[in-house]
């Protein structure tokens, strides 16, 4: 257990509404990512994190933006949420130790 | 351009017997690793196992192993003694070194079921 929470687990909101998706760690790594699942592609990176107000973009960043504003909290944001980001999100942590990422529980979110 | 190949969208085994799921990735970064994660039913991924290019022996976490032949540009995975509890999507993943953000790029799964 990395010690990984995401909120919320689940989510249905309308298109265009903005949209924010927490996710917390408890461990202090410095890495941190959001990750959107849909069916056939498995897991693309959407941005990701290597330290307090260090971003960048990921392979699917249009549409999404995130904050890092202390090391606990990767916040991801959609502007103005549509159809086609309806997905399952889920961030990671890049383990201290090794190279191998761990995941958080993941964010249904359904955009209506 | 990194990718991750998966050709089996889904499996069958017979409990209790071993099972290898392929992977494929192409990559022109001389260091890497690829990695395999278990997405059970419940939704999670779950870390099993690690290979570094530049290792010498195939990894190895209790029953999963790791079949990495570079030449091949392959790493597939092998389950031994397979238990109702491995049916599950399998994910290959890859990660290079030149880019240090560390991102995963992952193929698009291997969905196995286990018969008792």
């Known amino acids: 257990d990395a010690g990984i929470t995401q909120s919320p687990r689940h989510k249905v909101t309308e298109t265009g509404t903005p949209v924010t998706l927490r996710c917390h760690q408890t461990?202090?790594?410095?890495?941190m990512y959001w990750y959107r699942q849909d069916p056939g592609h498995g897991l693309r990176l959407i941005h990701y994190?290597?330290?307090?107000?260090?971003?960048d973009k990921g392979e699917v960043s249009d549409g999404y933006s995130v904050s890092r504003s202390k090391t606990e909290d990767f916040l991801l944001t959609l502007e103005s949420a549509t159809s086609s980001q309806t997905s399952v999100y889920f961030c990671?942590?890049?383990?201290?130790?090794?190279?191998?990422?761990?995941f958080g529980p993941g964010t249904r979110l359904t955009v209506t | 351009a990194q990718k991750i190949t998966q050709t089996q969208p889904g499996m069958f085994v017979q409990e209790k017997e071993a099972v290898t799921l392929d992977c494929t990735y192409d990559?022109?970064?001389?260091?890497?690793?690829l990695f395999w994660y278990k997405q059970p039913s419940s939704g999670e991924m779950i870390f099993l196992i690690y290979?570094?290019?530049?290792?010498?022996q195939n990894a190895t976490e209790g029953r999963y192993s790791l079949n990495f032949q570079k030449a091949r540009k392959s790493a597939n995975l092998v389950i031994s003694a397979s238990q109702l509890g491995d049916s599950a999507m399998y994910f290959c993943?890859?990660?290079?070194?030149?880019?240090?953000?560390?991102?995963?790029?992952f193929g698009s799964g291997t969905r196995l079921l286990v018969r008792p």
């Open positions: 993943a890859m990660q290079g070194r030149v880019d240090s953000s560390y991102k995963l790029i």
């Open positions: 990559t022109s970064d001389p260091s890497y690793g």
């Open positions: 461990e202090n790594h410095r890495y």
């Open positions: 994190s290597y330290g307090v107000k260090d971003t």
């Open positions: 290979q570094g290019s530049y290792d010498q």
């Open positions: 990671a942590i890049r383990s201290d130790r090794g190279l191998e990422q761990y």
